[in-house]
Each structure stands twice: as structure tokens, then as C-alpha cells.
């Protein structure tokens, strides 16, 4: 991950919640008080933030006051009960970075255990899980790694790194031979290397595809499991294959039963419960 964005990010996010000051901190405990908090998980899950949790307090830490003492990192396996660290140093700081960093951990914690949860229904198949877009604005970056984080894969990062041609595109392309041909003359004139996935809906658009060609990734939307298989037998390894569209849990692994290569889920960012992790005192 990029380091320096991520620094900037939790200090856009720092100046959000304090402002003008921490008043209640600065009211009930003042300065130069020091103490220490253990973090503790409340649930069971995949452990995703440590090192951006602990850049919080440094952010605010302009004295150097603070030490940590890390238990767990990234991608652990915690257990309701397990302490994950544990910070000593001025209380103030402490106060003032708590809700900020339990905001980053407690998101991308969420989003590494249901990847993990997704992950595990088809272990051992060929298929493999993707995230999308479908991410918190500003925040694609630590959702991808948290993704990353719970053992699937990452698609696209964004609109500059593949080409995807989806329904809109073709339609406004004037259909789907152009939209493959006009996006491989572009990409040739202006010496550009990018894969080209094209998403179809039914099994017209699919062979209009393989009769044109020129694609490197085919994006089977919204079939069922049946028709995925058919459509990968069709296929038949002349292109990479993805399974998308109302993909959940409970059909996971019938989808993926259809030799589909990829599968690709919203729900890993967009649909996410964040694990319930808390800062406690430590006595």
C-alpha cells in the first residue's frame, strides 16, 4: 500500500473528528497524563489494520510518547476475548486517535472476514473470488488490501488499469463488435497495454463475442449456475471466464462448481459488518 496516501487520509480523517480540539479529553483528563489500553477483539474474525491503526496514534503523537506492544497482525485469526496490542503514553492521545483508528480496523477487519468466509466455501475448486468497485470513496485502496488481506483476489483497481466493457459501453458503442473493435484500434494507437473484459447477459451476446474475438476476459452476467456451465463448456478455454451478478453465500459454490476461473462479488466491500473490536483500559 501506499504509505504516504494513507497518511494523508488519516490526517483528512483526524482533522474531521477533532477540529477545533477534543474538548471532552481535554476537559476530563487534561495534558500530560499518561495510561494504558489494550485492544481487544469482541467477536471472532480475520484481524485487517493493525499498522493503520497504530499510524493513527503516531499521527497525533508529536511527543513521542507513546509505546505499542503488538500481539496479532494482519490476517490473524482472532478469537472473542484475544488482545491484539496494547499502547502506553499520554492519555490524551490516546482519547483523541481511539475512534478514528477503531474506525479503520473495525472496516477493513469486517471486510477480511467476510472474504474469509467467502473464501473458505469454495477452497479447493478452481475458481477464484475477485472484490470490485463497488468501494467507500477515498477508502478503495485499504478495502482492496483488506480484501487481499482475507485471502481473495483483486480485480481492477479502477477505470485506468483494464479495459471492462459493460452494457452501457457496448450500447453506446452501437453494440458489441464495435465496442471490441473501437477498443482495440484506441488502444493501438495510443501503444496502450491493457487487458479487455466485456461483460454479456445472455447467451446471443456470448457468441456475438466469440464470433468477433479480440477479448482477453468474458464476464458472464447474471446467469444461473446451469447456464454458467454451459457458457464455460462453450467457451472452452479460449478466453478467461468470470461469474458475476447476485452472487451470494449460500450459491458460492455452485457457481463455482461450473469451472467458471473467476468470480466476482460485490458484498466483500458492499455490503460489510464491522467486527466489533474495542479499546479498553488497562489496569
Do not use: W
Not at 451478478?245 to 473467476?262: H, N, P
Request: proline content about 1%; some cysteine; aromatic content about 6%.
Amino acid at each position: 500500500m501506499n504509505s504516504e496516501f494513507i497518511r494523508k487520509h488519516i490526517q483528512t480523517s483526524l482533522a474531521e473528528d477533532i477540529q477545533q480540539g477534543d474538548y471532552s479529553s481535554l476537559a476530563s483528563v487534561g495534558e500530560g497524563k499518561t495510561r494504558k489500553v489494550k485492544l481487544v477483539a469482541k467477536q471472532d474474525g480475520v484481524l485487517c489494520g493493525v499498522d493503520i491503526f497504530c499510524m493513527v496514534f503516531e499521527e497525533l503523537d508529536k511527543k513521542k510518547t507513546l509505546t505499542t506492544e503488538k500481539y496479532k497482525k494482519d490476517g490473524d485469526l482472532i478469537k472473542k476475548g484475544d488482545i491484539i496490542l496494547r499502547i502506553s503514553g499520554d492519555a490524551k492521545v490516546i482519547l483523541s486517535a481511539e475512534r478514528t483508528a477503531l474506525n479503520y480496523m473495525q472496516l477493513l477487519s469486517g471486510i477480511a472476514t467476510t472474504t474469509h468466509e467467502y473464501v473458505s466455501l469454495i477452497e479447493g475448486m478452481h475458481t477464484r473470488l475477485l472484490d470490485t468497485r463497488k468501494t467507500t470513496p477515498g477508502l478503495r485502496m485499504l478495502e482492496k488490501y483488506a480484501v487481499k488481506t482475507g485471502g481473495a483476489y483483486n480485480h481492477r483497481f479502477g477505470l485506468f488499469d483494464m479495459i471492462m466493457l459493460k452494457d452501457n459501453h457496448i450500447d453506446f458503442a452501437g453494440g458489441i463488435s464495435q465496442a471490441i473493435n473501437k477498443t482495440n484500434s484506441y488502444l493501438k494507437e495510443n501503444n496502450l497495454d491493457l487487458k479487455i473484459e466485456i461483460e454479456v447477459r445472455n447467451f446471443d451476446e456470448l457468441n456475438q463475442v466469440l464470433d468477433c474475438g479480440g477479448v482477453d476476459r468474458i464476464m458472464l452476467d447474471n446467469f444461473s449456475p446451469k447456464d454458467l456451465a454451459k457458457a464455460v463448456e462453450i467457451i472452452g478455454g479460449r478466453y478467461e471466464t468470470e461469474g458475476s451478478g447476485g452472487i451470494t453465500k449460500e450459491t458460492l459454490r455452485d457457481y463455482a462448481a461450473s469451472g467458471v476461473d473467476f468470480i466476482s462479488v460485490g458484498a466483500l466491500t458492499h455490503h460489510i459488518s464491522a467486527l466489533d473490536i474495542s479499546l479498553l483500559a488497562d489496569e
